[in-house]
């Protein structure tokens, strides 16, 4: 997975930015040890901004797709509404019981409400509004999941879009696999949506902050 900025910008940075909790720490080693595609994993410096985005947006109601081991979950949930919850989707079974260990961790398990299975059958069935939605899952589906999210994100809700640069793909003319060609289409839609305004910053694997106006 490509970082865009150069490597000792990006070291200062981290540097300069807090450091990963514990509890994350912990997850991150669990997950390289145990789970496969540990690069899935949101980094620590991606996740310190999850972190502050929430806690700038203090949500009440959080949508994730694409849970994975649920560190972004755990990032998000740092910012939360003391009365809010997360409803995360992941299609992954063999993942529910590491997600539900480390939200047990927290000591609000209650506020992590886990489902498991087809995002875009599952969430027209969850009858809520979101000021959060983070989205990370398969990649194919990205505008199929801004069609299906955008009228359920609060007036100034947000979304973050992660791997919308497809590791530079999405700029090199000679990548046209259909998931870049998605992302570049993505990208464009978003960015031309009346309905909301949006930066796409060049962190990590690129990930884009959208909010609707």
Not at 123 to 142: G, H, Q, R, S, V
Not at 187 to 197: F, H, K, L, S, T
């Amino acid at each position: 997975m490509n970082n865009f900025i150069k490597t000792g910008i990006l070291e200062y940075s981290e540097i300069n930015s807090q450091e990963e909790p514990s509890l994350l720490k912990e997850l991150n080693r669990e997950t390289h040890l145990k789970v496969l595609n540990p690069r899935m994993l949101s980094g620590s410096f991606q996740g310190r901004l999850i972190s502050l985005i929430s806690k700038l947006i203090n949500p009440k109601k959080v949508l994730e797709i694409g849970t994975y081991t649920g560190y972004s979950a755990l990032c998000i949930y740092e910012g939360l509404d003391e009365k809010g919850v997360i409803h995360t989707i992941d299609k992954n079974e063999e993942l529910v019981d590491i997600q539900k260990k480390y939200f047990t961790k927290t000591g609000d398990v209650e506020k992590f409400i886990q489902h498991t299975g087809t995002a875009l059958d599952i969430i027209p069935k969850i009858n809520e509004t979101f000021d959060f939605i983070f989205l990370d899952a398969d990649k194919e589906n990205y505008i199929n999941y801004f069609n299906c999210i955008i009228d359920k994100l609060n007036k100034n809700g947000v979304i973050l879009a992660d791997n919308v640069l497809w590791s530079g793909k999405v700029i090199d003319k000679n990548q046209q696999d259909e998931t870049t060609k998605i992302l570049r289409k993505f990208n464009d839609i978003v960015n031309n949506d009346c309905r909301v305004e949006t930066i796409l910053l060049p962190i990590r694997d690129g990930i884009s902050i959208i909010r609707k106006i």
